[in-house]
């Protein structure tokens, strides 16, 4: 049979995650739907990782195998119809062998997480970013955010429900930097690492962001780390300034 590597985008607002689920909207079931309009019957596709409710993508990816052969565009334009009105688009796809995998094969994933510091609501971007109403110390939490660089021990920073057999993990990047914004400070954090523990990112921000209201110091940061506990742990931040904004490969099956 085929197989396909998917690269998609998706708004996380209207789904209960990535995975499906029996009884609420999640992405995987609105593609599997539009699949089994082009090949009837049962389909499953693989990601390369599974988001939570509320939790954004622009560089998702995914495997699934078919019957036909199809032509790469026609297969993403294809799923693209049937996938309206919902606000999920496939933006590449490319055959791949049987034993490449979408999670498996995948050697670095890269998050950003948007926060904006405003008074006022957001109207056109609610829902799309985190807001919080004080003004923040960027470079203060890059020094907090400093202290995580490296292999650790992560139980701090994961949830309590996360299935990893390790909370052993090595981050390669997370950056704090301010963004111009019309209105308030934007803030983009930028992490990359070959793979997270459950939460962790949003565990990451929350923690960021008690530093950068002069809540916590920098050095704290440090300090939550090597408690081990997940008690220590800053507030875990929302989920919807989340993007799982790319994924690395070997050979990337999109250039």
């Given at each position: 049979?085929p197989?396909?590597a998917?690269?998609?985008e998706y708004?996380?607002t209207?789904f209960a995650?990535?995975?499906?689920?029996?009884?609420?909207?999640?992405?995987?079931g609105?593609?599997?739907t539009?699949?089994?309009?082009l090949?009837?019957?049962a389909?499953?596709?693989?990601?390369a990782?599974?988001?939570d409710?509320?939790?954004?993508?622009?560089?998702?990816?995914?495997h699934?195998?078919?019957?036909?052969?199809?032509?790469p565009f026609?297969?993403?334009?294809?799923?693209?119809?049937?996938?309206?009105?919902?606000?999920?688009?496939?933006?590449?796809?490319a055959?791949?062998s049987?034993?490449w995998h979408?999670?498996f094969?995948?050697?670095?994933?890269?998050?950003?997480?948007k926060?904006?510091?405003r008074r006022?609501?957001?109207?056109?971007?609610?829902?799309?970013?985190?807001?919080v109403?004080?003004?923040?110390?960027?470079?203060?939490?890059?020094?907090?955010a400093?202290?995580?660089?490296g292999r650790?021990?992560?139980t701090?920073?994961r949830?309590?429900?996360?299935?990893?057999?390790s909370?052993?993990?090595?981050l390669?990047?997370?950056?704090?930097?301010?963004?111009?914004h019309?209105s308030?400070?934007?803030i983009h954090f930028h992490?990359?690492a070959r793979?997270?523990?459950?939460?962790q990112?949003?565990?990451?921000?929350?923690?960021?962001?008690r530093?950068g209201?002069?809540?916590w110091r920098?050095?704290?940061?440090?300090?939550?780390?090597?408690?081990?506990?997940?008690t220590a742990?800053?507030?875990?931040c929302?989920?919807?300034?989340?993007?799982l904004?790319?994924?690395?490969?070997?050979?990337?099956?999109?250039?």
């Amino acid at each position: 049979m085929p197989r396909f590597a998917l690269k998609i985008e998706y708004l996380g607002t209207p789904f209960a995650g990535w995975q499906r689920q029996a009884d609420q909207p999640s992405v995987q079931g609105a593609i599997e739907t539009a699949l089994a309009r082009l090949e009837p019957g049962a389909h499953t596709i693989a990601a390369a990782g599974r988001t939570d409710a509320g939790v954004h993508a622009t560089g998702q990816v995914a495997h699934c195998d078919l019957a036909q052969d199809w032509d790469p565009f026609r297969l993403s334009e294809a799923l693209n119809y049937h996938l309206k009105p919902l606000p999920v688009a496939i933006i590449a796809c490319a055959p791949v062998s049987d034993d490449w995998h979408a999670r498996f094969s995948a050697v670095e994933r890269r998050y950003l997480f948007k926060l904006i510091a405003r008074r006022a609501p957001l109207t056109f971007e609610a829902g799309q970013m985190w807001q919080v109403k004080h003004p923040l110390d960027v470079d203060a939490m890059q020094q907090g955010a400093n202290h995580l660089l490296g292999r650790h021990d992560f139980t701090t920073f994961r949830s309590t429900m996360c299935q990893a057999d390790s909370p052993l993990r090595t981050l390669d990047e997370l950056n704090v930097q301010s963004q111009p914004h019309e209105s308030g400070q934007l803030i983009h954090f930028h992490v990359r690492a070959r793979s997270f523990l459950h939460n962790q990112v949003r565990s990451f921000v929350g923690t960021l962001e008690r530093v950068g209201a002069g809540a916590w110091r920098p050095e704290d940061v440090s300090r939550v780390l090597a408690a081990k506990d997940r008690t220590a742990c800053g507030p875990v931040c929302p989920p919807e300034g989340l993007y799982l904004a790319g994924v690395t490969y070997p050979d990337d099956p999109f250039s």
